[in-house]
């Protein structure tokens, strides 16, 4: 029988959560096997997996050393090169910049994500010890597409991002894009509606009708116009997949270089022009509004800006110049 005992870094969060993070070789369902069979116990008692943890709770499992070792391997697999770059960062919150062309959660391909990337950071500067803290994994709160630049939030304990996904589902995090559309948009305007995802083809629609999806909210505001374009300023009010690609799409106003709900005549222009092979989108303002006593109330009313650079910059410097 071996004991883990949970750390004040590990405490607040789910049994099966912590356990799922531990055990990081095994599957949900021999996990959940053990807890009915009460192969794994919780201050010697059987648990079904949603208890809250508290620090030095005593987990006792039952399990041969040979299954716990295979089921739980903490190493760093790979430590990979930083391409973000740290826009502020204290003890609980990372706030980076994410490059275009970077998955922002590793997925099953051997491609390197953000993820990777800030783990690899916060080893190398002494902040996380995968080995020591086996029941949390430092994590991001809000994810961006692979080809939409921009901030990204990561909690580097479990209260911090436990707190940051609260104030981003309470509408407490605003959360501002900018991009260049096709066409001219010369004021401010809120625009709604429903939208639906399709999971095999990865591309939403829009609808005006509420039992067609989920409810979607996006404001923006022009910040420059050119001859043909605009560089909007675009707050999402409600945070859907593809939410702001789609919904300027559907008023006839798509992201230049977006080939998904894009125009393919006018993305092709750029590609010839630019090398453009991607939507100009990049994720460049947030601003924390913590109206009550939440841990991370020191960040109330901070702004964090990051600003369009590289291929982004040059086309908008082209368009808007005049």
Same mark, same amino acid.
């Given at each position: 029988?071996?004991?883990?005992?949970?750390?004040?870094?590990?405490?607040?969060?789910?049994?099966?959560?912590?356990?799922?993070?531990?055990?990081?070789?095994?599957?949900?369902?021999?996990?959940?096997?053990?807890?009915?069979?009460?192969?794994?116990?919780?201050?010697?008692?059987?648990?079904?997996?949603?208890?809250?943890?508290?620090?030095?709770?005593?987990?006792?499992?039952?399990?041969?050393?040979?299954?716990?070792?295979?089921?739980?391997?903490?190493?760093?697999?790979?430590?990979?090169?930083?391409?973000?770059?740290?826009?502020?960062?204290?003890?609980?919150?990372?706030?980076?910049?994410?490059?275009?062309?970077?998955?922002?959660?590793?997925?099953?391909?051997?491609?390197?994500?953000?993820?990777?990337?800030?783990?690899?950071?916060?080893?190398?500067?002494?902040?996380?010890?995968?080995?020591?803290?086996?029941?949390?994994?430092?994590?991001?709160?809000?994810?961006?597409?692979?080809?939409?630049?921009?901030?990204?939030?990561?909690?580097?304990?479990?209260?911090?991002?436990?707190?940051?996904?609260?104030?981003?589902?309470?509408?407490?995090?605003?959360?501002?894009?900018?991009?260049?559309?096709?066409?001219?948009?010369?004021?401010?305007?809120?625009?709604?509606?429903?939208?639906?995802?399709?999971?095999?083809?990865?591309?939403?629609?829009?609808?005006?009708?509420?039992?067609?999806?989920?409810? /979607?909210?996006? +404001?923006? #505001?022009?910040?420059?116009?050119? &001859?043909?374009?605009? %560089?909007?300023?675009? !707050? *999402?009010?409600?945070?859907?997949?593809?939410?702001?690609?789609?919904?300027?799409?559907?008023?006839?106003?798509?992201?230049?270089?977006?080939?998904?709900?894009?125009?393919?005549? /006018?993305?092709? +222009?750029? #590609?010839?022009?630019?090398?453009? &092979?991607?939507?100009? %989108?990049?994720?460049? !303002? *947030?601003?924390?509004?913590?109206?009550?006593?939440?841990?991370?109330?020191?960040?109330?009313?901070?702004?964090?800006?990051?600003?369009?650079?590289?291929?982004?910059?040059?086309?908008?410097?082209?368009?808007?110049?005049?």
């Amino acid at each position: 029988m071996k004991e883990i005992i949970v750390s004040k870094d590990e405490s607040n969060q789910r049994a099966d959560k912590y356990l799922l993070k531990y055990f990081n070789k095994s599957s949900k369902s021999f996990l959940y096997k053990m807890l009915r069979k009460k192969r794994i116990k919780l201050n010697k008692k059987r648990i079904i997996g949603n208890e809250i943890l508290k620090a030095n709770d005593v987990f006792q499992i039952y399990l041969s050393t040979e299954t716990i070792q295979k089921f739980s391997n903490h190493s760093i697999s790979k430590h990979v090169s930083i391409t973000h770059k740290v826009i502020y960062e204290d003890d609980n919150i990372l706030i980076c910049n994410k490059p275009v062309g970077l998955l922002s959660q590793p997925n099953n391909s051997d491609s390197v994500s953000l993820v990777d990337e800030i783990i690899t950071y916060l080893v190398n500067n002494g902040e996380y010890d995968p080995e020591a803290t086996r029941g949390f994994r430092p994590g991001i709160c809000n994810r961006l597409d692979r080809n939409t630049s921009g901030i990204v939030i990561a909690g580097k304990n479990i209260k911090s991002l436990q707190e940051i996904n609260r104030l981003i589902a309470n509408n407490k995090l605003d959360k501002h894009y900018m991009c260049i559309v096709k066409g001219i948009l010369s004021t401010t305007n809120t625009i709604e509606g429903y939208l639906t995802k399709d999971g095999i083809s990865n591309k939403v629609s829009i609808s005006d009708n509420e039992d067609m999806g989920s409810y /979607i909210k996006t +404001i923006y #505001k022009p910040l420059k116009i050119g &001859k043909e374009y605009t %560089l909007l300023d675009v !707050k *999402i009010v409600t945070g859907k997949s593809h939410q702001i690609r789609a919904h300027l799409s559907s008023i006839g106003h798509p992201l230049i270089g977006d080939y998904k709900y894009g125009d393919k005549k /006018i993305n092709d +222009i750029f #590609k010839d022009r630019y090398g453009l &092979k991607h939507q100009l %989108l990049h994720a460049y !303002k *947030i601003r924390f509004n913590i109206d009550d006593d939440g841990y991370l109330l020191y960040l109330d009313n901070k702004e964090f800006i990051t600003d369009i650079h590289g291929r982004f910059k040059k086309i908008a410097d082209t368009l808007f110049s005049h």
